[in-house]
């Protein structure tokens, strides 16, 4: 009995449906990375190890899919390795490359690499698939693809004020009403750290402080005692439990709350300057908010931080996130770059328009012309008119078989074809064609050039 064939967990099928709507998120994204000056570029979707491992900490690298050598790769392998089963020194002897993990070590890499032939500040975008060896669950896969976006060689916030515009204008273009652009800088966090006198547990207090909206105050004050972080300390931050108001009022809050940190108030500044910026050019339909529980992978932001969250109808997690990193390509050598850059969350989007209904119905794209198949003569004639209405951009296609009409009709309507063509022996005899309008339902009969007409002239 053969096998039943079946996916690697985490991984998925499209149909042509699914296709065609990730299709037009990515086009609508792309189309915004164009319009605000980013470039594409691609990378492979492996790399050597050593371009990966080592760039994630301990958790990401056990993520990374490695990928065996060619050959007889137990070969040349170190036998006491072998001996002792020790999996991580055999690793490095049997696998030289790995699938991506993200797309922004392969951009630093990149950036690197041909840094003799980039104009800086380098503004770029990648819509690209990545590689990750999770526990796969809802909304989490092991393939997936990512859309981002940055700019590296530039210190300027006018970048950071870009990218609230464009997460602004995809989201306004799909429809999306309601999101929220959420903020914060790494600055004001080690700003905090420092006030309260734990600078040293900075990493534990933001990630137990990044818990809020899940475990509570209490359950926030209780991990940060576990943590080593005083009472004292603690009572502190008290008004960050209860942080209300604008992002202009929060700001002056948090002015108040850092007055004896430079570090802390040089973060205030920059979203100061941004947040002034924004509301001089506006926002369509997106709304900016300071969240100064988020922390987004805190040893790798150095500024501002961003996340996007869904409108709150839909219970779903972020959507987007991204940040300023001041030395993405240090990993590789070469030093002092500043970046920042965004990603947008492809497939959570999808689940957020399929959700709300936002999807227009000429995303399913489907042919144009349909023509019924009565026989080879009348196939030769139907194809002939194929070419030429393929020749002027029109898709139109027949069906393959000599069926019974019922069968083919059938087929038509689960495929939703616009219009159906019936050319027999009296239509090709006479040089027309019997036009069905399937929306409508009329029938007539026309020319070629009416038939082109028509169809040009229906909305796809």
């Known amino acids: ?44 979707s ?27 790769y137990l070969k040349k392998t170190n036998e006491t390795f072998l001996t002792e089963k020790d999996s991580l020194k055999l690793t490095t002897q049997i696998s030289e490359k790995a699938l991506r993990y993200d797309l922004t070590v392969p951009f630093a890499r990149y950036v690197v690499q041909h840094q003799n ?23 989490r896969y092991r393939e ?26 995809v989201f306004t273009q799909l429809g999306v009403d309601g999101v929220t652009i959420k903020m914060n800088n790494r600055k004001i966090l080690s700003g905090i750290a420092e006030v309260i006198g734990a600078k040293d547990k900075l990493i534990d207090f933001t990630v137990a402080l990044d818990k809020l909206d899940k475990i509570g105050e209490d359950g926030v004050k209780k991990e940060m005692i576990s943590k080593g972080i005083s009472e004292e300390a603690i009572s502190k931050i008290q008004p960050l439990f209860a942080f209300t108001g604008s992002f202009i009022e929060k700001l002056a809050q948090l002015k108040n709350l850092l007055s004896t940190s430079e570090e802390g108030l040089k973060g205030v500044e920059e979203l100061s300057f941004i947040i002034k910026n924004i509301e001089q050019l506006g926002l369509q339909t997106a709304t900016l908010d300071l969240d100064v529980t988020l922390a987004r992978g805190l040893n790798y932001y150095t500024g501002a931080i961003f996340e996007v969250s869904a409108p709150a109808k839909v219970k779903l997690g972020s959507i987007g996130g991204g940040g300023r990193y001041d030395d993405l390509t ?28 936002l999807f227009p119905t000429e995303v399913l794209e489907t042919t144009n012309v349909f023509f019924i198949n009565f026989g080879d003569q009348e196939a030769l004639y139907c194809y002939q ?76």
């Open 385 to 460: 008119t194929i070419q030429k209405l393929r020749a002027k951009g029109i898709s139109a296609e027949m069906y393959p078989d000599n069926s019974k009409m019922k069968k083919q009709m059938n087929y038509a309507n689960k495929r939703k074809f616009p219009f159906i063509v019936l050319a027999g022996t009296d239509e090709a005899k006479n040089n027309v064609y019997t036009l069905k309008n399937m929306d409508t339902g009329n029938q007539e009969s026309v020319d070629f050039e009416t038939l082109v007409e028509k169809v040009l002239a229906t909305d796809f």
């Open 330 to 357: 240090g990993i590789f050598g070469l030093k002092n770059i500043s970046g920042v850059g965004i990603s947008f969350g492809l497939d959570r989007i999808y689940l957020v328009l399929e959700e709300l209904d």
């Open 117 to 139: 032939e980039i104009e800086f500040p380098f503004k770029r975008f990648q819509i690209q698939p990545v590689w990750r060896a999770d526990r796969p669950q809802k909304g």
């Open 46 to 72: 492996f790399e050597n190890s050593n371009t990966l491992m080592g760039k994630y900490g301990e958790e990401g690298d056990r993520l990374i899919f490695k990928i065996l050598n060619s050959g007889d």
């Open 144 to 169: 997936f693809f990512q859309c981002d976006a940055d700019v590296v060689g530039s210190n300027s916030l006018w970048q950071e004020i870009e990218f609230i515009q464009l997460y602004d204008a």
């Open 1 to 44: 009995m053969a096998q039943k064939p079946s996916l690697p967990k985490g991984t998925r099928d499209f149909s042509p449906t699914e296709v065609a709507k990730r299709t037009y998120i990515m086009n609508t994204v792309r189309k915004h990375f164009k319009n605000y000056g980013f470039n594409p570029i691609e990378t492979p």
